[in-house]
């Protein structure tokens, strides 16, 4: 169990000894009803073949939307992202997952994403904008340039999230990485 449990991202041998001993000490109709959710999600949910999002079905409700605007795609590292983008509510387009971001160290280049289902996609023609929300870290925002520098040709408008600083936080408690980035993608202030 302990074993098994280490497999899985971000959990330690000593995080997965602790949730082994959690597991063994739990009412067995709780432990059967998380086993069985484990289960059902792993048999009843997949990869929507059109943006990689995760679904009950074959193409996903948003790709399936007629109301979502299909001109406006939003490319974003993983399934998860989409599910905290949808909660804010302000965007009405679709999506498309990377599977990942571009990341030398990891041994993670281009070819392992699927930037070649997005020029796919873009060259349906529907496409007018693309909205880069790679995550802002180094491999994000490498993963950003690159799309950017292979749609340069295409007539479609390419937007990036904007970088700032945390709402109600300070500048002081900023580290360099926002700060700077706060700083070269300043804004206009027109009153
Ligand atoms: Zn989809």
Do not use: W
């Amino acid at each position: 169990m302990v074993s098994s449990l280490s497999g899985l991202p971000g959990i330690g041998r000593k995080s997965a000894t602790r949730i082994s001993f959690h597991l063994l000490r739990m009412d067995p109709i709780v432990f059967n009803q998380f086993i069985d959710s484990l289960k059902v999600s792993k048999e009843t949910l997949q990869f929507c073949k059109i943006c990689a999002s995760i679904t009950e079905h074959e193409i996903c409700d948003i790709c399936n939307s007629s109301t979502r605007e299909s001109r406006f795609l939003c490319v974003v590292e993983q399934p998860e992202d989409i599910f905290f983008i949808e909660k804010t509510g302000v965007f009405s387009g679709k999506y498309h997952v990377l599977n990942g971001a571009i990341s030398p160290l990891d041994g993670i280049g281009p070819d392992q994403l699927r930037i070649k289902e997005l020029e796919a996609r873009i060259e349906e023609g529907i496409i007018q904008e693309i909205l880069l929300a790679t995550n802002p870290t180094l491999e994000g925002d490498a993963t950003a340039t690159y799309i950017s520098s292979r749609l340069r040709d295409s007539k479609i408008k390419i937007t990036r999230i904007a970088y700032g600083l945390t709402v109600g936080g300070t500048i002081e408690y900023s580290d360099q990485y926002t700060l700077s980035k706060a700083i070269n993608s300043r804004l206009p202030f027109n009153q």
